[in-house]
């Protein structure tokens, strides 16, 4: 099993950029693939980036050109770099380590978005 702890999040300016950071410890070695993924309101969680353990990454039409994926495995630490927010950016943003045979997920951090 792996343990995820998300930060950074908070409240920021339409234009503004956040930082979030997901720290994993425990099953590390069994980690195939990290990334995020986001909750609006009374919206489904969707996809928002991912980052494989060879460092491939992919992200959401949504945030490309917005939103980096990046990772330090020295520290087991997968980071979301969020520049050009947007209102509909806000959301509780969640971190997941999938390895072969389950998901583990953080208990997500805020994102609010709002001037």
């Known amino acids: 099993q792996v343990q995820l702890v998300e930060s950074g999040g908070g409240l920021v300016q339409p234009g503004g950029s956040l930082r979030l950071s997901c720290a994993a410890s425990?099953?590390?070695?069994?980690?195939?693939?990290m990334g995020w993924y986001r909750q609006a309101p009374g919206q489904q969680r969707e996809f928002v980036a991912t980052?494989?353990?060879?460092?491939?990454?992919n992200c959401a039409d949504s945030v490309k050109g917005r939103f980096t994926i990046s990772r330090d495995t020295a520290k087991n630490t997968v980071y979301l770099q969020m520049n050009s927010l947007k209102p509909v950016d806000t959301a509780v943003y969640y971190c997941?380590?999938?390895?072969?045979?389950?998901?583990?997920w953080g208990q997500g951090t805020q994102v609010t978005v709002s001037s």
């Open positions: 997941y380590a999938q390895a072969l045979s389950r998901t583990d």
């Open positions: 425990g099953s590390i070695s069994s980690i195939a693939t």
């Open positions: 980052i494989t353990s060879r460092g491939i990454t």
